[in-house]
């Protein structure tokens, strides 16, 4: 059989993500060449993809542009090309535009366009036909975040021998908010095509429960979620605009167990996201980072209190609030610069999408605005930097703060508050973490506090500058605790032994 004799010379292990797990860059001479992305994730899959036959399905970031697979350090590397229409309808539009608002909490109005919507469908049958291609019979194909929604549905229809993931990165929304999607049917019945769903946080696991109850009706038991065999897509509608759903967009609820036979299973539930926790230590006891880290804090004047915010210029992640809070501070004299001093660094993210450039513009001013007031010849009150940096700078900040600040309104997890964690190594430094973050459901010691409450953040930022040492110990021992005994490949482990347990 040819279709058989194809997979057994295909792929064990299979991840499929918007981006590849490889970045371009362009060496010295001139010439380009590949280079893997430095994120959790690629560190954590890497090493599994080595040691089984593991390939990458991704988009390689450039629009218009065809490339044949490559293998790049122990890894298959399949690039999906998006054309330039594509790139503005799937991935700024739908998903930057539309999914990832509703996703947190309409902090950002979604939009919601029909061109989008049938970009993202064919984006993702994209998506579904190159794992389809590269995966071995009886693969493990991890499909990875909310661009790629519809892939394991489209994937199982394509190669229903293969075991299906899906991990949601980002937060899930309350089944309220989730209901405005226009597609909100044919998103559920994507995501139940995958036999094991992760998501970050309990609550994100129960709040896409809910959701498949509620517009679907399936029958669920203990995180299993029984759905039926034959099912119609409301996508199949004859006609536009109008339901498929006889119930105006609810399900009559299953009460028991369908008959054996007439359904399958899949798992919903979740699976905390970690850093690589060992090459944040390493670096943070490298004596040339250390060095770098008191080199930042004398190029800032040696000011008593290093604040450091971190994070994509992304208007889920508070950098409004923060600065209100600190700008108040040095207002009501409870901060002052020169003892002071805020660091920020926004790194460039998603610059085709309007709602990314009207909220580069309102902080660009904001820091403006406060440095013109409060700066010093000698001293400035937020020294702000639009740049991404190496991890080993980073690392070296991490080591320069004594207070991190992450007040992000909602965030999946915030990968940034465990890093700074894992990099304090002698215990010292404050973290003051959002309770809106997936990490606050881990990180229990940290200052929590609700970023909306201006107030709350002012007193949380005096108490972290002003903290009695062995308070600040006690509380940084047990979050190091939580974060090194949990590092990012212990849940990819968690979640594909319990995808193969299945
Ligand atoms: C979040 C998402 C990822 C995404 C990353 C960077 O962490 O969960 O899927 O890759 O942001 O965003 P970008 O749009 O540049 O890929």
């Known amino acids: 059989d040819a279709a058989e004799t194809e997979y057994t010379q295909g792929y064990d292990f299979v991840v499929v993500a918007n981006r590849l797990a490889v970045n371009r860059i362009t060496q010295e001479d001139g010439t380009e060449d590949w280079q893997r ?19 990458w399905v991704g988009w390689h970031g450039a629009p218009d542009e065809t490339l044949e697979p490559f293998d790049h350090e122990g890894m298959h590397l399949h690039p999906v090309p998006l054309s330039e229409q594509e790139v503005e309808f799937y991935y700024e539009g739908f998903s930057n535009g539309t999914l990832w608002p509703l996703y947190h909490d309409v902090i950002a109005r979604p939009l ?182 008191k080199e930042i804090r004398e190029e800032l004047g040696n000011p008593e209190t290093v604040f450091l915010g971190v994070d994509r210029l992304d208007y889920t992640k508070g950098i409004r609030h923060r600065m209100k809070a600190y700008e108040e501070l040095l207002h009501d004299g409870d901060l002052e610069v020169g003892q002071a001093c805020l660091v920020q660094i926004a790194s460039p993210s998603r610059e085709g999408v309007e709602s990314y450039q009207r909220l580069r513009d309102e902080i660009e001013l904001t820091v403006g605005r406060i440095n013109g007031e409060f700066d010093t010849m000698g001293h400035t009150a937020i020294r702000y930097l639009h740049h991404s940096y190496p991890i080993e700078e980073m690392v070296a900040l991490y080591l320069a703060a004594d207070v991190m600040l992450v007040t992000a309104l909602r965030d999946g997890m915030n990968l940034v508050a465990k890093e700074y964690v894992a990099a304090r190594k002698d215990a010292t430094g404050v973290l003051v973490l959002s309770e809106f973050t997936g990490a606050a459901d881990q990180l229990r010691q940290a200052l929590l506090i609700n970023p909306h409450d201006i107030d709350e953040l002012k007193a949380a930022m005096v108490k972290a500058a002003q903290i009695d040492p062995d308070d600040a110990k006690k509380r940084m021992r047990s979050l190091r605790r939580q974060v090194v005994s949990h590092n990012v490949k212990r849940w990819a482990q968690d979640f594909l032994d319990r995808l193969h347990h299945l």
């Open 37 to 55: 992305s430095p994120g959790g994730l690629v560190t954590a899959l890497a090493p599994i993809m080595a040691a089984s036959e593991g390939a």
């Open 112 to 293: 919601f366009h029909r061109r989008w919507w049938d970009a993202y469908r064919r984006v993702n049958q994209r998506f579904a036909e190159a794992a389809a291609q590269v995966a071995a019979r009886g693969a493990t194909v991890w499909v990875q975040d909310y661009q790629l929604q519809l892939v394991p549905q489209m994937l199982r229809d394509l190669r229903p021998d293969v075991k299906i993931g899906f991990f949601n990165h980002i937060p899930f929304p309350p089944p309220g908010l989730f209901a405005q999607l226009p597609w909100r049917h044919s998103v559920l019945r994507g995501l139940l095509g995958a036999d094991l769903i992760g998501f970050q946080r309990d609550s994100d696991a129960r709040n896409f429960q809910r959701a498949v109850r509620h517009r679907l009706g399936h029958y669920i038991k203990a995180d299993q979620i029984y759905v039926p065999l034959q099912e119609e897509d409301d996508a199949g509608s004859q006609i536009p605009g109008f339901s498929a759903d006889p119930s105006r967009g609810t399900a009559p609820r299953q009460l028991s167990a369908p008959a054996p036979g007439s359904h399958r299973v899949a798992e919903a539930r979740a699976f905390p996201i970690s850093i690589d926790t060992d090459t944040i230590v390493d670096l943070a006891g490298r004596e040339d980072i250390i060095a770098r880290s």
